[in-house]
């Protein structure tokens, strides 16, 4: 593997990031109702401004309906792809997910508590999932760090603990709602981009591009904290304070994604996973390339869920959790 | 002139109990100080304090003639490097990269920035003295035990830190490589005017490396001063708790620690 240069990442992410705008476009024509390709292509050209052709009610599914679930589903891959590369290192290690931490449970409680008191007021629910993934981020953190970092026994029992702590605390939340909503609730905590909210969807996508950015300029601390607290310490890095904005980013990262959609399980794995794999462990280039690649994992993750079964929909989870759990498995058996 | 690093009535309570008791010692440029003692007598805890890394009790560390506390982390890293017991790699990190960790300190920008033309030439040096250039482009877990601790010295060595911590440094290596280690860092001390603090079980070696000894015990620095006038028998007996025999290294000259257990 060469070493890490600003020229390979500006490549990598360029590429990525065209790859990206790509799925965008594309994804937004494959659905139940069929879009004429090239007038919505002219549509989305003209970012909305004109219908090129298109009918009222295929210019409504294209912006009011799937555009703003692909940029969701970017946003929550995006995030929960940097959260997970985030936890790897400060955990020191590569099974880290937010997900399988229970952390995106403890969001989900946040969001639910929302839900049920402040149902009305929308901005509440990501700063109450942002509070319950920050507990849940401290609770775990504090659970499997042994001696030489969380060794992947610790980490895993850490995550079963603070998960099913958190998934009794959801049972009893929901017996608090009206049955009506317990079905859409069960979805939703399966992960689910079905019901994107329009408020939500800004936060999402600023928190995701801000958190990115945060963590990318903190690379070279975590490539060193990755080795250990020791070393990382011995070398020069502000441990402390790196450690604090890691925990703060990464549970801001999974409480907007969470709050916006739900627990979509093993985004934070799977992509830091195959950029490291395909790129090298170095943070500088690893975490944007996670940023991006976990949008456009999402996007076409979230693209089958919708018409795999069409007209009927699959949780966006479900097929994540498909493909990452063999690799779960995979990992588990080399680290 | 200052000596590199002073420690005066240095105290460290650790887990409830004095891990280092009342110790001074003085660092000057171009000494190597071999820190020997039994298991558990504050050794390693004394280099960690030194470091920073836990907080003193009492007394008074100064780094260049400054107080350890004033300096920040990034500064006290540029002068003092640690060569301790490699911890364990989960992540698939090559050896150049490795070393290059070692320029952390020296970069302008704390969390974001690259390796400028200097931290390549300085890596290489370091990795060719280390005798590891074939390997820099292998992961540094594919590498044997001793190639990974030789990879570590590397990494201190790119520091560029005139004071080097090492604990237990060759603990790993196999005979000929515990002896080009030491090397390593005797030419360190003698060319760059660089001091070496080693914490280590192998009384010999230190003997035969290092330019003063502090014996330690429960804390406490019970004897310092060179090899010849701190490894004498009756010290090492009320130390180590052993009967030791001490006789002249055939080739050296210098004193030579045998253990004496069982043989009346």
């Given amino acids: 593997m060469n070493r890490v240069t600003l020229r390979k990442t500006l490549i990598s992410c360029a590429l990525l990031g065209g790859a990206l705008l790509l799925a965008i476009v594309s994804m937004s024509l494959l659905g139940s109702e069929r879009l004429p390709a090239r007038d919505s292509l002219c549509a989305l050209a003209s970012l909305g401004t004109s219908a090129c052709g298109l009918t009222p009610d ?66 509440v629910r990501p700063l109450l999932a942002f509070s319950g993934a920050l507990a849940a981020t401290f609770a775990v953190y504090r659970l499997a760090r042994g001696r030489a970092g969380a060794t992947p026994e610790r980490l895993i029992l850490a995550g079963v603990i603070v998960t099913t702590f958190l998934s009794s605390v959801i049972v009893f939340v929901t017996t608090l709602m009206d049955a009506t909503r317990i079905r859409s609730f069960t979805f939703w905590l399966l992960g689910d981009l079905s019901g994107t909210s329009k408020a939500l969807l800004p936060v999402a996508i600023t928190v995701t591009i801000l958190g990115a950015l945060v963590l990318t300029l903190h690379a070279r601390s975590l490539n060193l904290l990755m080795l ?36 979509v399980g093993y985004v934070g794995l799977v992509v830091p996973h195959l950029a490291r794999l395909s790129l090298g462990s170095d943070n500088r280039i690893s975490i944007p390339a996670a940023a991006l690649g976990g949008a456009l994992f999402v996007i076409v993750a979230d693209t089958v869920a919708r018409t795999i079964i069409a007209p009927r929909e699959l949780p966006v989870g479900a097929i994540t959790a498909l493909i990452g759990a063999p690799l779960f498995i995979y990992l588990l058996k080399r680290v | 002139m200052n000596p590199l690093l002073e420690a005066r009535n240095l105290s460290v309570a650790y887990d409830h109990r004095m891990a280092v008791a009342d110790l001074t010692l003085t660092l000057n440029a171009g000494e190597i100080m071999a820190i020997i003692g039994p298991n558990g007598a504050g050794k390693s805890t004394l280099l960690r304090a030194l470091n920073g890394q836990i907080p003193k009790t009492s007394g008074v560390i100064t780094l260049d003639g400054q107080p350890l506390e004033r300096l920040n982390r990034r500064t006290i890293s540029r002068h003092i490097a640690v060569v301790a017991q490699e911890a364990e790699l989960r992540f698939p990190v090559t050896v150049l990269e490795f070393v290059l960790g070692g320029r952390f300190a020296w970069a302008t ?49 790119a520091t560029e830190a005139p004071i080097l911590l090492l604990d237990e440094p060759t603990a790993n290596l196999d005979l000929s490589h515990q002896a080009t280690l030491l090397t390593l860092v005797r030419k360190r001390c003698d060319e760059h005017q660089s001091a070496a603090l080693v914490v280590t079980h192998d009384i010999n070696l230190a003997a035969q490396f ?25 010290l090492l007996q009320e130390v180590f708790e052993v009967r030791v025999l001490v006789d002249a290294h055939p080739i050296t000259g210098g004193p030579r620690v045998t253990p004496l257990i069982n043989h009346g």
């Fill in chain 1, 58 to 123: 295929q210019f409504d599914i294209l912006f009011q309906i799937r555009l703003p679930r692909i940029l969701l589903a970017a946003a929550v891959g995006g995030s929960l792809a940097t959260a997970g590369a985030g936890y790897q290192a400060l955990l020191r290690n590569p099974l880290a997910e937010p997900y399988l931490l229970g952390i995106s449970n403890g969001a989900a409680v946040g969001t639910m508590i929302a839900l049920v008191f402040f149902g009305a007021i929308e901005w």
């Fill in chain 2, 210 to 234: 290092a330019n003063n000894i502090t014996l330690m015990k429960q804390g406490r620095a019970v004897h310092s001063g060179t090899p010849r006038e701190v490894l004498r028998p009756e």
């Fill in chain 2, 109 to 157: 920008h704390a969390g974001w920035g690259w390796e400028t033309e200097r931290d390549l030439e300085i890596a290489n040096a370091v990795l060719q003295e280390t005798e590891l250039t074939e390997l820099s482009a292998r992961l540094m877990n594919e590498l044997s035990g001793g190639e990974r601790q030789r990879a570590l010295m590397a990494r201190a060595l």
């Fill in chain 1, 228 to 263: 250990g607290e020791r070393d990382a310490f011995d070398l020069g890095v502000e441990v402390g304070r790196v450690r604090v904005v890691v925990f703060l980013v990464a549970s801001l990262l999974v409480g907007s994604s969470v709050a916006a959609s739900g627990s």
